[in-house]
């Protein structure tokens, strides 16, 4: 199955509640841009953690790589 980043996309916000989200990818390489409140306190890891949770196994079965910058709503300046 070919990933699209619209797909991608989609499979993120289905699992976490985002007030910005970008997502931009090859097939199987994807790059995203994820603002969510879920990330208010959190590390680094823990975020991405946060997202990996929403993905699944398709982040081990269907998504190769993915490059994320998460970020607060009050972190991310549009």
Do not use: N, W
């Not at 980043?5 to 970008?22: M, N, P, Q, R, W």
């Not at 841009?33 to 081990?60: E, P």
Request: aromatic share 6%; proline share 3%.
């Amino acid at each position: 199955m070919y990933l699209t980043s619209d797909l991608v996309k989609s499979y993120i916000a289905a699992g976490l509640a985002c007030s910005h989200l970008e997502v931009e990818g090859d097939g199987r390489h994807f790059k995203a841009v994820i603002v969510s409140a879920a990330f208010v306190g959190k590390r680094s890891i823990q975020r991405h953690q946060i997202v990996y949770a929403a993905l699944g196994d398709r982040m081990r079965e269907e998504i190769h790589a993915l490059s994320m910058k998460t970020l607060t709503p009050e972190e991310h300046q549009p």
